[in-house]
Nanobody, 122 residues
């Protein structure tokens, strides 16, 4: 059973940056596709970014392209989401997710973290 724990969220101003991290335990992430999703109050959870198990393929939501990057450190069982040029509309709880294999272009994941709050003030 893979367990995922996110960190790095916080309260920032528009234009600031954050580095979100997700650490895994109970399994080795090297063979997993990893993703980030977010959910704002009163809204559906939405896809943000994903990275293939080798790290060579990534996918981003249109709303974050050019501002967010995703990376992974398989040796540390960790995935990161660098979020730059933050906007108030980026305010949400950010969740990481993992699935064995699969495509970065599909949004079904098996394992989910509890999330880390990102709040962007204007």
């Amino acid at each position: 059973q893979v367990q995922l724990v996110e960190s790095g969220g916080g309260l920032v101003q528009a234009g600031d940056s954050l580095r979100l991290s997700c650490a895994a335990s109970g399994g080795t992430l090297s063979m997993y596709t990893l993703g980030w999703f977010r959910q704002a109050p009163g809204k559906e959870r939405e896809f943000v970014a994903a990275i293939s198990w080798r790290g060579g393929i990534t996918n981003f939501a249109d709303s974050v392209k050019g501002r967010f990057t995703i990376s992974r450190e398989n040796a540390k069982n960790t995935v990161h989401l660098q979020v730059n040029s933050l906007k108030p509309e980026d305010t949400a709880v950010y969740h990481c997710a993992a699935k064995s294999g699969g495509s970065v272009f599909s949004y079904e994941y098996r394992y989910w973290g509890q999330g880390t709050q990102v709040t962007v003030s204007s």
